[in-house]
């Protein structure tokens, strides 16, 4: 039994109907690899493989325990009525199979809130991936859904390296060390007696973090003072609003292009001290900047990225929950020029990890503890109720979340993984997540959106193609010519009915 940290319980508390609080993604297999095949791969095979590896991430048979009245922050349990074939399904596309098709039902299994009596997660098989441009015949896909109570980017990644191997033939796991025995759901009276002991050192631990708080204060404002630091942006004060930050339906959209992660090495180089995620943000830039245009929307001011930042631990490795903090970076929405974009980019970024270095990265992640559980929910509630997405000054005009991946390729089931996006949550104000994902010499950038905010996904897709070729070009990096690859083909379904 284990407690939530405020962090990873603001993840319940800001979940509602039209904003479930899942992370998750796509991972697209390739079957021919598995030894001694005959056939297609059997659901029974797969779920065997996960069976045996439970026991390597708790958050797989964990449950959450609420405290009477919301008092105090939930708690984790092992769940005793475990079901593993609840959490893995097996469905199929209809014919003829296509990346569109994948998309939507992707887009509607994410669009479901997860049931949270049971563990926090879902896995669904999808077969009938038959006429997806790239992918070998026989391909077959897996959509996950993870709550973000449970794990953020990094112990997400760190859950696929649990669920796959380096070789289609490995070793099998190691067995547990004890025999798994779930846990009763503790009594009313003992998580109240719990809440009644953690409040009263509330202060206490309050005070600490206040002596860390003042000299990060005095930090800033010295480097401002100075001018070694300048604010690059202000959310909820300088942020314009666009279509992606009012409120939200409960329809989700998916899509994502996958990119050569050496091209993007090459093209850091134009601007010197850019990084692989300075190039990354401006596609974004470039993508929302086309595509807001098209819709004669874009707004004078740069749009403002979100970018989560991990501050886990070598200590914190391999453990659930949300070890993260988060910078504002200016996109240069405004700027037309590709390559002007990336220094503005690179400018602003510099500036935001020296903002957050000197405020100290752990800093406002430890705050989020002390946030009473009880108005933090109904804070939540009131906000979506009200709808004051629609009257508020957004803080962020998006997000971009950016996870290394392994370099190697993995396997899972015996199978390969050819390709992997990302799916993130939306909320009132936060219409618009871009998970990007890097494996095996490729980067994807997914998006996931609101039906009612983005009804073309699959063209603004193609803006971030073309954002990306753009940014290319100007850097003088020449294409590299690899082995077709999973992508979104051109819509040809009308507005109303892409997803």
């Known amino acids: ?88 399904r097996h469905i199929a596309l209809p014919k003829p199979g296509d990346w569109r098709q994948l998309c939507i039902q992707a887009a509607r299994l994410h669009s479901r809130p997860l049931d949270l009596s049971r563990p926090l997660w879902e896995m669904y098989v999808i077969e009938g991936l038959d006429n997806v441009e790239g992918l070998p015949p026989g391909s077959f896909a897996v959509v996950t859904k993870i709550h973000h109570a449970a794990i953020d980017g990094v112990s997400g990644a760190e859950i696929t390296a649990v669920l796959h191997d380096l070789s289609p033939d490995p070793e099998p796991p190691p067995e547990p060390e004890t025999p798994w025995v779930g846990e009763e759901d503790p009594s009313s009276w003992d998580l109240l007696a719990r809440a009644a002991w953690n409040t009263p050192s509330h202060p206490f631990r309050f005070a600490r973090l206040m002596t860390r708080t003042l000299p990060a204060v005095g930090r800033v404002a010295s480097q401002m003072w100075t001018r070694q630091l300048t604010i690059p942006a202000a959310p909820g004060i300088s942020v314009p609003r666009t279509r992606f930050n009012g ?117 406002m992640t430890d705050y989020t503890n002390f946030v009473p ?49 990302g799916m993130g949550p939306i909320l009132d104000g936060m219409g618009l997540i871009h998970p990007v994902f890097s494996y095996c010499g490729k980067v994807t950038i997914a998006v996931t959106s609101c039906r009612a905010l983005m009804p073309d996904p699959a063209f603004y897709a193609d803006c971030l193609q073309a954002s990306f070729e753009e940014l290319r070009a100007a850097s003088g990096v020449t294409e590299v010519r690899a082995a077709a690859k999973p992508r979104a083909k051109a819509a040809t379904a009308s507005p109303a009915h892409a997803s």
């Open 1 to 88: 039994m284990q407690q939530l940290s405020g962090l990873d319980a603001s993840f319940l508390y800001f979940e509602t109907a039209n904003a479930p609080m899942h992370i998750g993604g796509i991972a697209i297999y390739d079957p021919s690899t598995v030894p001694g095949l005959r056939g297609p791969l059997r659901f029974k095979t797969i779920l065997k493989n996960i069976e045996g590896r439970l026991h390597l991430a708790r958050s797989f048979r964990e449950k959450i325990v609420p405290v009477p009245l919301s008092l105090d922050h939930p708690y984790w349990i092992e769940d005793p009525h475990f079901d593993l074939e609840y959490h893995v």
């Open 247 to 363: 409120t939200v339906s409960p329809h989700r959209v998916i899509d994502g292009r996958v990119f050569e992660l050496a091209e993007v090495r090459a093209m850091k180089k134009a601007v010197a001290g850019a990084t692989v995620n300075d190039v990354v943000l401006a596609t974004v830039g470039g993508a929302m900047r086309r595509y807001l245009a098209s819709n004669d929307e874009l707004p004078e001011e740069s749009l403002v990225a979100m970018a989560p930042i991990s501050v886990r631990t070598e200590d914190e490795k391999g453990t659930q929950g949300n070890r993260v903090t988060a910078m504002a970076v200016a996109l240069g929405t405004q700027v037309e020029d590709p390559l002007e974009r990336l220094r503005v980019v690179h400018e602003g970024a510099v500036q935001s990890k020296a903002l957050t270095n000197a405020i100290g990265a752990r800093l």
């Open 373 to 421: 559980s009880s108005v933090a929910g109904l804070a939540a509630r009131l906000y979506s109720r009200f709808a004051l997405a629609n009257r508020m000054r957004p803080m962020f005009n998006t997000v971009v979340t950016n996870v290394p991946g392994p370099q190697v390729p993995l396997y899972a089931y015996g199978a390969r993984l050819v390709a992997q996006y």
